[in-house]
């Protein structure tokens, strides 16, 4: 049993005790741990900052949480190098680029990189234009869309990090545990959605961060009130000229009567009834060419979304599943809509979950995959009894659903019903 565990986050090393001994575990070989020397004392100056306890309760798990930290620092480190203006040469510049990709073609490690970039003040040396066109010329659109998105955010960036160190400088006891809230809300995108407020003097969109980040950092220790938040927007209109404005959006209350794409289902399946109903057969699209142009669509929904566009992702939504009307079963829009949802989910979109599995629920009633889904989602917004109620109703309906079996088993797992998880895992 680990006691305490520490990963170094730089140099792809953690160390652990089990009982009054201390061990080292490097990432390198990763299976042979060896006893604290003395001398490793020496990593500890090497990387301070990079230094974060961790909770674990064994060294597989251990493992495992060294290898994602480990690759996420390597590429945050391309992510740096592909902007930083010291690198000239346009080869090397084209391999990171290429190499950076292949990371973020994990969305854990895409998020991860969103989270840390649009929020740390960037270095002069840097240049996000340079990086951003080169991905654009090499069809790397996901870093294309982040590089630029950096590009116009840059001077609200440096305008909320200056205000938040005045700021919390006054209200933690030192600038260990300010570094650790603005860490905390880093990790969360928290800090990006408060630079994105300041950008586009959006108040509605501050308001809402700003009880995200209260609970946040509530939960980590750090402070449980928004007196802090109030006090930084105050200095950023004072002090920064921000102007924060009601933003007006009609398209902000998706349960508007009028729901265009509901109506659009309902009357593609009052016609699909009828086809049927007729005997006419129906000639279906090739399924992974479809699939290709969900894909597309899932990164457009979920830029929209992170600029707050509620109107530009439904009308993305929309436009894909009009062009699946004329050759697509039910059944096959219901996948295509799932698909959506769980790109979204797996980048920590819960809202607009919710709204594309309800229209998938009309679609395919008898889809596990939907209310799977609903569950994770529910997991996401930490609702763990609403998501193990569902999933044992997955479960007694679909008594061979692995992903239900495995989400319910992690449900007990996070409720420390370790026996019961084993136990689950064991059955399936």
């Known amino acids: 049993m680990i006691q305490q565990a520490y990963i170094l986050t730089s140099l792809g090393k953690a160390a652990f005790r089990e009982g009054e001994k201390w061990y080292l575990l490097d990432i390198g070989a990763p299976e042979q741990v060896r006893p604290w020397h003395v001398f490793d004392n020496n990593l500890l100056t090497l990387a301070p900052a990079g230094l974060r306890a961790v909770a674990v309760a064994d060294l597989d ?3 495992a949480l060294l290898a994602t930290e480990t690759t996420r620092q390597e590429a945050l480190t391309l992510a740096l190098q592909l902007m930083d203006e010291s690198i000239g040469d346009p080869e ?5 680029a290429e190499l950076l990709n292949e990371y973020v073609g994990d969305a854990a490690v895409l998020r991860f990189l969103e989270n840390q970039v649009l929020s740390v003040a960037v270095a002069d040396t840097f240049n996000p234009s340079f990086a951003a066109n080169l991905c654009r010329t090499l069809a790397l659109e996901s870093l294309a869309r982040l590089y630029s998105r950096l590009e116009a955010r840059t001077e609200s960036i440096a305008t909320f990090y200056s205000a938040w160190l ?3 400088k006054n209200h933690f006891q030192d600038t260990e545990k300010a570094e650790a ?16 407020s300041v950008a586009e003097g959006d108040r509605a969109l501050w308001d809402n961060t700003t009880v995200d980040a209260s609970l946040a950092l509530k939960a980590a220790g750090l402070a449980s009130n928004a007196v802090l938040f109030k006090t ?3 200095d950023l209109v004072q002090y920064h000229q921000v102007a924060f404005e009601e933003k007006t959006r009609q398209e902000k209350d998706e349960s508007a009567a009028t729901d265009d794409i509901a109506a659009l289902i309902e009357a593609y399946l009052e016609e699909f009834e009828k086809k049927q109903k007729k005997g006419k057969s129906q000639a279906y699209a090739d399924f992974d060419a479809v ?19 509620i109107k530009g992702a439904r009308a993305q939504l929309r436009d894909l599943i009009r062009q699946q009307t004329s050759k697509s079963a039910p059944w096959h829009i219901c996948k295509s809509l799932t698909n959506v949802a769980g790109f979204l989910l797996e980048n ?21 995959v939907v209310d799977a889904l609903n569950a994770e989602r529910l997991k996401a917004e930490g609702d763990l009894a609403g998501a193990k109620q569902e999933y044992m109703r997955i479960k007694a309906a679909w008594p061979d659903n692995v992903v239900a079996q495995t989400g319910y088993a992690e449900i007990l797992k996070a409720e420390g019903n370790l026996v019961g998880a084993k136990q689950e895992y064991v059955r399936i």
């Open 61 to 63: 798990e251990l493992r």
């Open 348 to 368: 920590g979109v819960t809202d607009f979950t919710k709204t594309l599995l309800e229209y998938a629920k009309v679609l395919n009633g008898n889809d596990p």
């Open 291 to 309: 699939q290709s142009n969900v894909r597309y669509t899932s990164a457009a929904i979920l830029d929209c979304l992170r600029d707050n566009n």
């Open 92 to 96: 090397i510049k084209t391999e990171v």
């Open 232 to 234: 930084l927007k105050d």
């Open 181 to 196: 809230a603005y860490n905390t809300l880093r990790e969360r995108g928290l800090v990006g959605a408060f630079v994105q």
């Open 166 to 168: 005045k700021t919390a």
